[in-house]
């Protein structure tokens, strides 16, 4: 059994290596892109996937899900932050091979993913758990409302910049600028730079040419 790790944060990957290291003696290897997971893949088909899906290039749940079939002995653990409520239900309702869990989780609810994986089983975090039910109790009616340096970000995320690139841009703090993303993303119910793009065609902040240049 290997462990694939999908995250491009390095503190993280040294943690979870340290918790699978508890665990037992496991390959883990880590990939840097969806094209390297898809070449590891075939070579370790009984692989469990941990996979930062709002840092890594995986384009949408149905793109993932399309994974999960093609590689049907791998269990994939989402392990995140600042995910929908929208996509956190399509992924409990859609696919019993994908665990969930949030970056802020004790170690001891991390681990315990972990080895529910190793038995194949699905875990979802106490906290996603929490927010999915308090959202099923909830009727949502509020209106998009991005300000004008959220709506300036948005573009430039759009158009390809990174947190840093923006950063630098508007002379403001890769903190500000990072802080500014999460309050976007969690506005508009998404998830990756993926989806950001697609709302921004949408809403006319960037036009198909300026986006393919």
Known sequence: MDFLLADKQDITRAG??????????????YVKDKSELLEKLPKSPESIVILDYTLFNINDISELNILCDRFSQTHWIIFCEDLS?????????????????????????IKETILFAL????????????????????KEEETIKLTKTETEILKDIALGMTTKEIANKRFSSFHTVNTHRKNIFRKLNINNVHEATKYALRAGLIDSAEYYI
Not at 94 to 99: D, E, L, R, Y
Not at 119 to 138: M, P, W
């Open 85 to 109: 409520v929208e996509f956190l239900k399509i992924v409990v309702i859609s696919n019993p091979k994908i665990s969930v869990i949030t970056k802020d989780c004790p170690i001891e609810e």
């Open 16 to 29: 979870l290596m340290y918790i699978i290291e508890q665990i037992g003696s496991y390959a883990k290897i």
């Open 119 to 138: 038995k194949g089983q699905r875990y979802i975090c106490q906290q996603v758990t929490e927010l999915l039910l308090t959202a099923n109790n909830k």
